[in-house]
């Protein structure tokens, strides 16, 4: 099985500035099969990104993906009050398809 | 706009089998571009994926859960379904149904159901 860490548990940052989220997998995740969720308070996920750096439909450019092999990022590049949540990566290269334990954005 | 709606009783008794439905509308479930999943999260804790289903009953488990898994799915009524059975307190969770596919073919969970928190307690 994959294991997705996220770093950091929590980033502090304030609305406008640029938030990077870390993804590092166990083992390299083939065909750059990861993806990464936007969840709010009592909502269900929200996807932003798959295959690593593709924004799904209606995704803001402000998120951006990259990365490949073990290392994967997600870059906001100013933040809106809106984006104030927890943020999830995925990997779907390998049965079972696993999670991160998510990086909450909180607003410093 | 495609909508999913997870349905079942929010509370199980230890040992018994948790049983969930996701009515799927504004689509259909027998499309050949997607898959559907079951996915949870226990309170605090990070998302776990249960398993998917394709429209022609092809099914993919999580190994940590095969055994104790059967998602199926209705075509005619446009629904999927879950069953986990010999459950414990551990299967506490926010259970949530959604779609594997975006409209363009491309991967990822597009589109998900509001999810139902279900209790294991006697």
């Known amino acids: 099985e994959i294991v997705l860490t996220q770093s950091p548990g929590t980033l502090s940052l304030s609305p406008g500035e640029r938030a990077t989220l870390s993804c590092r997998a166990s083992?390299?995740?083939?065909?750059?099969?990861l993806a990464w969720y936007q969840q709010k308070p009592g909502q269900a996920p929200r996807l932003l990104i798959y295959?690593?750096?593709s924004r799904a439909t209606g995704i803001p450019d402000r998120f951006s993906g990259s990365g490949s092999g073990t290392d994967f990022t997600l870059t906001i590049s100013r933040l809106e009050p809106e984006d104030f949540a927890v943020y999830y990566c995925q990997q779907y290269s390998t049965s079972p398809w696993t999670f991160g334990q998510g990086t909450k954005v909180e607003i410093k | 706009q495609l909508q999913l709606q997870e349905s079942g009783p929010g509370l199980v008794k230890p040992s018994e089998t948790l049983s969930l439905t996701c009515t799927v509308s504004?689509?259909?479930?027998?499309?050949?571009?997607?898959?559907w999943g079951w996915i949870r999260q226990p309170p605090g804790k990070r998302l776990e994926w249960i398993g998917n289903?394709?429209?022609?009953?092809?099914?993919y488990y999580n190994p940590s859960l095969k055994s104790r898994v059967t998602i199926s799915v209705d075509t005619s009524k446009n629904q999927f379904s879950l069953r986990l059975s010999s459950v414990t307190a551990a299967d506490t969770a926010v259970y949530y149904c959604?779609?594997?596919?975006?409209?363009?073919?491309?991967?990822?969970?597009?589109?998900w159901g509001q999810g139902t928190l279900v209790t294991v307690s006697s």
């Open positions: 289903i394709y429209y022609s009953g092809s099914t």
């Open positions: 959604a779609r594997w596919g975006g409209d363009y073919g491309d991967y990822g969970f597009h589109y």
């Open positions: 295959d690593a750096s």
């Open positions: 504004g689509g259909s479930i027998s499309s050949s571009s997607y898959y």
């Open positions: 083992q390299s995740v083939s065909s750059s099969y």
